[in-house]
């Protein structure tokens, strides 16, 4: 009896149906690598870099250090490595994008997904993550509830109260940006100096430092991003959760017509000489996929830029809030002059 070979015919069909099953799956480049600059540290940006690769199978080189990455992009040239440009804050961002180290890179996809008050008009940089600068008050400071707006910190009763890392620090200048873009320039040095007669000692540490000031009793008030709240408060050593226990979080600027909390942003860019052009573009785009979303809020307590994100109970304890709409470009472009009122005041 004659036997039928069959087998070529069915691994024929099966090597069409994985093609297809590949070009309908993924109509983009699979595999290469990105070069990534960033001055996120190492442990927030891990495990983005990990799903990414699993999902696009994508290797990704990071140069991790908090300063001097835009100098030596700029010194690199066209023979720089750097595809992308990570960055915490937007007066950082700005700075890349001054410097005409991005390239531009519309995506309807970034587009659709970002706010536009948190991107660059010229599609340089994107925000990914928000973050609020908000005021932690002592549990023990009484009248605490007087404090609703950031402009209630100049008032002189509470003098000798508050602490604060010092003013040209981005996150401050970005503040007092804020500041000056919603009350104009006069009345942001009338506030800045209000501020800094109040301060119980004079500038110092970094926002975590000021929460353990708090804790410790140098002060009862302090200036901080939202964020560092939610990792003392979770984190896993005992005096740190201490340092937050002592504190309540005021998110200033909530009142009906008020402006609303100070907005700052995690971001990045497309470098201007990128090699791997195709990969740095979908790593932008994975950025503001649910799962890479709900990795900033779960990760560093950061709010997403996308809606329908579930977020860590820290962050859904304190609910919606108000946010300050003003273009995030605005206040890098206003951060010149608050940083002339910030010297001026020696904050
Ligand atoms: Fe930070």
């Known amino acids: 009896m004659s036997k039928t070979n069959y087998a070529p015919t069915v691994s024929l069909l099966l090597l069409t149906v994985f093609f297809i099953g590949m070009l309908l799956a993924s109509p983009r480049a699979i595999g290469g690598e990105i070069n990534i600059y960033s001055h996120r540290q190492p442990y ?34 066209e023979a720089s490595p750097a595809d992308l440009v990570l960055t915490v804050d937007i007066s950082r961002l700005k700075q890349y994008a001054d410097k005409g180290l991005f390239q531009p890179f519309v995506s309807t996809v970034l587009e659709s997904n970002i706010p536009k008050n948190l991107r660059s008009k010229d599609s340089t940089w994107y925000g990914f993550s928000k973050r609020s600068r908000v005021i932690a008050v002592s549990k023990s400071l009484k009248n605490s509830n007087e404090i609703t707006r950031f402009e209630d910190l100049t008032d002189a009763k509470w003098s000798g109260k508050i602490c604060s890392r010092p003013g040209s620090h981005v996150y401050n200048r970005a503040l007092l940006s804020s500041i000056i873009a919603a009350n104009g320039n006069e009345a942001a040095f009338a506030w800045a100096k209000g501020l800094v007669k109040n301060f119980a000692r004079s500038p110092r540490g970094n926002d975590r430092s000021q929460i353990k000031a708090i804790f410790s009793g140098e002060c009862a008030i302090a200036l901080v991003n939202h964020y560092y709240y939610g990792k003392l408060i979770n984190s896993e050593d ?110």
């Open 44 to 77: 927030l940006i891990e495990p983005f870099l990990k799903e990414f690769t699993k999902r696009t199978k994508i290797k990704t080189n990071v140069v991790f250090a908090s300063k001097g990455l835009a100098q030596r992009l700029q010194a690199e040239g």
């Open 238 to 347: 005992p005096a740190h959760r201490k340092w937050a226990e002592s504190v309540d979080i005021i998110i200033p600027n909530q009142g009906p017509t008020d402006r609303g909390a100070h907005i700052n942003i995690s971001g990045g860019g497309i470098a201007k000489h990128a090699k791997n052009l195709e990969e740095a573009k979908q790593f932008m785009e994975f950025l503001v996929s649910k799962e890479a979303q709900k990795l900033y809020a779960s990760i560093n307590y950061e709010y997403p830029v996308i809606t329908g994100v579930d977020l860590p109970d820290t962050l859904t304890a304190w609910g919606n809030f108000r946010e300050d709409q003003v273009p995030i470009e605005t206040l890098a472009e206003l951060s010149g002059k608050a940083q002339k009122i910030i010297d001026k005041v020696t904050w």
